[in-house]
């Protein structure tokens, strides 16, 4: 048998889960303080779902689940005789928490106050190629509005967000904002027709991996008027019209002017310590997204650790009606990753010590641990064979200090 993780996943050492659950924690207790409600949905869903949700290149990285028993032969079956792959599989593995929220919205709205304000911080699955920043098993922090169109939404998602970045003691970063109706207007104005543009903006996507020349190219291959195609490659050659330049240029201004609100209050928030740019380049994978979207970035990391946005479409493919949607997602391993990496140290981390015994004395030992615990935290250990190097075991995993029961009050350090 094989001890190696799958690929795309990993264990997590001792010292690894202190910090990962610190994060968590911290996250969660900022979240539920500013008055939004912890739920858990299941990793599985069911496959008719994720086909629909418009998740853009996600949908090709769901992990399915094939049919048990019956059902699976007669789906082989179907197959031999030319039927279609897909009935092999009828559930699979959620790719992000937004679609799952969205049905639990849908079955339990009833039981939610109006807006719902939801947490979810959980697993996700995605056929990734493994890569540092991606994996197949990861987790993300989502907060999400449901219920509201009102920009106000955005701006709680973002400051909230912020917040616990800096409760982590993390400064450098910024975020981008733009609006979907205000790109796909800019891009009808370049001469691409309104039914393309959702292929347009997968392309568009890819503009920080593949630059301006690559994203003309694309375009190109995909069959999009030259015209069109110059237009957007002589945009994006200079630096980017900002939100006034873009004014200039567009006949409806509701959502500028909505977008400008969300700014502006987002930066009276921030109070300079974090900032907030709108940038006509992001896009945002996901087809579900409607209106607003942001990413965080940091100088610290290549790509995005958070992002979100608006999604007023999706519940409604579950209750046949329009529900004003927006949330915002820590991508929770990039986080980890960067502190990790930079040795960040917890504030609030107890010091660890190791209370030795002799197998008789294992109770009293115990209750002499509880007492301990007050200043520390305790591990009980049996008298090793071999003292000096299991006092180097605990050293390598960051034990402060040990004493041996029977033999000194003392706590010892270890170095």
């Keep these: 048998m094989k001890t190696n993780t799958v690929k795309g996943t990993n264990d997590w050492l001792p010292a690894e889960m202190k910090l990962r659950d ?148 993390f400064r450098d970063f910024r975020i981008r904002i733009n609006d979907r109706r205000i790109l796909r207007a800019v891009l009808e104005g370049l001469g691409f027709a309104a039914d393309t543009l959702d292929s347009v903006c997968i392309s568009f996507d890819k503009l920080d991996k593949i630059g301006a020349e690559g994203v003309a190219a694309e375009l190109t291959e995909k069959g999009f008027p030259e015209k069109a195609v110059e237009g957007l490659k002589n945009l994006l050659a200079g630096e980017l019209p900002g939100l006034s330049k873009v004014r200039e240029v567009l006949a409806d201004t509701e959502d500028i002017d909505r977008l400008e609100s969300i700014i502006a209050s987002a930066k009276e928030l921030a109070d300079g310590r974090y900032d907030i740019v709108f940038d006509l380049s992001l896009v945002r994978g996901q087809g579900y ?74 109770a009293a030992a115990a209750k002499k641990a509880r007492e301990l615990r007050g200043e520390y935290d305790v591990s009980l250990f049996e008298f090793p064979k071999k003292l000096g190097k299991f006092l180097d075991r605990l050293t390598e995993r960051g034990y402060y200090g040990f004493t041996v029961y029977g033999e000194s009050e003392e706590i010892k350090l270890l170095s």
């Design 289 to 362: 997204y409607t209106g607003t979207v942001f990413e965080i970035e940091s100088p610290k990391f290549r790509g995005a650790i958070g992002g979100g946005g608006r999604y007023d479409n999706l519940i409604g493919k579950f209750i046949g009606e329009s529900v004003p949607a927006v949330g915002f997602s820590i991508g929770f391993e990039r986080l980890f990753s960067i502190l990790y990496e930079t040795g960040y140290t917890i504030p609030t981390a107890r010091k660890q010590v190791a209370l030795i015994f002799k197998e008789q004395d294992f």
């Design 22 to 169: 610190y994060i968590q924690n911290t996250i969660l207790e900022t979240y539920l303080k500013n008055g939004f409600n912890h739920i858990s949905t299941p990793v599985i869903e069911d496959a008719e779902n994720l086909d629909k949700s418009e998740g853009g290149e996600n949908l090709n990285l769901i992990f399915k689940v094939l049919k048990r028993g019956d059902k699976l032969e007669e789906a082989v079956k179907d197959i031999r005789e030319g039927g279609d792959e897909k009935e092999l599989s009828d559930m699979g593995l959620r790719y992000d928490l937004t679609l799952p929220l969205t049905r639990f919205f849908a079955n339990n709205r009833d039981k939610l106050v109006m807006p719902a304000k939801c947490i979810q911080i959980d697993r996700v699955y995605r056929a990734e190629r493994p890569q540092k920043g991606r994996m197949r098993e990861f987790i993300q922090c989502d907060i999400d509005i449901l219920g509201s169109k009102s920009p106000c939404c955005e701006t709680e998602l973002i400051s909230v967000t912020a917040e616990a970045l800096l409760n982590l003691g």
